[in-house]
């Protein structure tokens, strides 16, 4: 199986657009959203359509929980608070309905799926460093599990040998059988990397390779649209550097 991963489109449809495109032409046999179609970004709607027509799996993210008024918005930082809001404010009811069908979790052909963390998915916890990775690894039995939430791609390993050890976020990554895995597929809306590019993930099951793809989209056309929708200048800024 080859499967197209993505995350973190935050109503950013130029983005969502290039990376579709792009997963098109790479004939996956799946293609699976991670969470957060909403928030920061100035298109909701569009993006919870295009996503909806494309992943035949697709997960809950903490922006798209807190428009629905699940998870409270009060936790997010200011600017985030602000568009959440926005974004509550603006969107159809198709599309409320349409992230009212995300799933917490998801799995598929013995690869799992989770917005933010395996350990507990609905705490939106961030999985940034080895410390938190064993607990993380014992709570899906799995072999690979793929995230969002952070907007940096990469991830770590689990050796069979035991141990942890991270790995780069960029490239291609060939999978060790005797190995389990953590990988987030990166942002595709708002990456925070520092490169401005659209990100997603490719894994193909039989051999075993993930690569990570990085898309150029017209970012100026996103901060546009931000700036009419009198979405804080701030989130539109920050997606010329990708951060
Ligand atoms: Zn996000």
New binding site residues.
Partial sequence: MRVGIF??V?GNLEALEQVLRTLKAEHCDEIVFL??AV?YGPQPDECVAAIAEVASLAIL???DDAVLGRTNPFFFNDLALRAVLWTGRVITQETRAGLGRYELVGRRDGIFFVHATPVNPPAWEYLHDITDTERNFAAFTERICFI??S?TPGGFASGAEGGFYPLPGQGRITLNPRNRYIINVG?VG?PRDGDPRACFALYDQQTGIVEFHRVEYDVQKTQQLMRTRRLPEMLALRLQFGH
């Fill in positions: 995350s973190d935050h969470g957060d928030g993210g903490n922006h969002g939430h907007h942002s708002q």
